[in-house]
């Protein structure tokens, strides 16, 4: 099993653009997690799925965050318009009911500039 | 919703000493607490995991425990190494409660030479 693909690994953009993350779930996982990473703030629970339905997404900071999942091998977190104090690295995990360690994707470190 | 803090946020000790990292949670219907560890530049990656009807798990140099009534838990390791240098996140979630794993803030653990 190849884990948990996320794309792309580094992005660095300017303010004010829109930015797409990606990432492809472990087979078979039924639920997938968007964290944040920063010194200030830790790890962040931004949405989770489960059966690509949003359960939860208080964690999301503002309208301009936003997350799809429209098949159960493919989620997108997007940030429009991007600022600078949403630099973080953002990771995907994904988990199945019967085990309930997540399994971490390598992230995606953001810079807006 | 669930609170976890952790301590100390550093920690240094010599190579072959034991170190201790500390959590308590907040929510009593929490039952399930694993801990990851997160080298640098790395995705966090779960290490050790118990479920709230067993007060402890050893696996070779690492062992956690667990105290309910306090509502606390503790991740030991033993004969410290240089590679166990890195930041650890401890984290609890409710079974049923959609897996979603409420993290603590991280240890930076230090083993010296």
């Known amino acids: 099993d190849a884990g948990v693909i996320q794309s792309p690994r580094h992005e660095v953009t300017e303010m004010g653009q829109e930015v797409t993350l990606r990432c492809k779930p472990i087979s078979g996982h039924d639920y997938l997690f968007w964290y944040r990473q920063t010194m200030m703030r830790g790890l962040e629970l931004l949405i989770y799925f489960n059966n690509n339905v949003p359960i939860d997404d208080s964690g999301m900071p503002e309208d301009r965050f936003s997350a799809k999942m429209p098949n159960a091998s493919f989620s997108t977190l997007k940030i429009q318009p991007s600022e600078p104090r949403d630099s973080a690295v953002y990771f995907c995990a994904s988990s199945t009911t019967a085990v309930y360690g997540y399994t971490f994707g390598s992230g995606t470190r953001l810079t807006v500039v | 919703g669930e609170n976890v803090e952790q301590h100390p946020s550093t920690l240094s000790v010599q190579e072959g000493d034991s170190a201790v990292i500390k959590c308590t949670y907040s929510?009593?219907?929490?039952?399930?607490f694993p801990w990851y560890k997160q080298e640098l530049g790395k995705r966090p990656q779960l290490i050790i995991d118990i479920r709230s009807n067993v007060g402890e798990k050893k696996d070779q140099r690492i062992a956690v425990t667990l105290n309910k009534t306090a509502k606390h838990f503790s991740l030991h390791i033993t004969e410290t190494q240089p590679e166990d240098s890195a930041v650890y996140f401890c984290?609890?979630?409710?079974?049923?409660?959609?897996?979603?794993?409420?993290f603590g803030t991280g240890t930076q653990l230090k083993v010296e030479l």
């Open positions: 929510d009593s219907a929490s039952n399930y």
């Open positions: 984290a609890a979630s409710m079974v049923g409660g959609g897996n979603k794993l409420t």
